[in-house]
Nanobody
Framework: QVQLVESGGGSVQAGDSLRLSCAAS????????MGWFRQAPGKEREFVAT????????YYADSVKDRFTISRDNAKSTVYLQMYNLRPEDTAVYYC????WGRGPMFARDDVQYWGQGTQVTVSS
């Protein structure tokens, strides 16, 4: 059974940083593209960032580019999302996502094969 388990969410002030982690039970994890999506109250789930299976390429939503960094450690089967200079509009449930490398990068919900349960990030002004 595939499991993606997120951790690291919390409540912070605007301008603070957080690092989310996602532990994946996928084997071998190096054959999966990984990523993060988020869903704010009353809004659709949206793409945040994705990193290819080898870790060589990463893509970001315009709203988080230059503030968030996605990375992965295949030896630990873990993907990270380092978030800097958080804003109130970053408040959302953040979901870890995975898809087999042959399906390409994940930019939309339909691109995702596996989802985590989500972790809440709340940013107050």
């Amino acid at each position: 059974q595939v499991q993606l388990v997120e951790s690291g969410g919390g409540s912070v002030q605007a301008g603070d940083s957080l690092r989310l982690s996602c532990a994946a039970s996928l084997r071998p994890v190096g054959t999966y593209n990984m990523g993060w999506f988020r869903q704010a109250p009353g809004k659709e789930r949206e793409f945040v960032a994705t990193i290819m299976s080898s870790g060589g390429s990463a893509y970001y939503a315009d709203s988080v580019k230059d503030r968030f960094t996605i990375s992965r450690d295949n030896a630990k089967s873990t993907v990270y999302l380092q978030m800097y200079n958080l804003r109130p509009e970053d408040t959302a449930v953040y979901y870890c996502a995975a898809t087999y490398w042959g399906r390409g990068p994940m930019f939309a919900r339909d691109d995702v094969q596996y989802w985590g349960q989500g972790t809440q990030v709340t940013v107050s002004s």
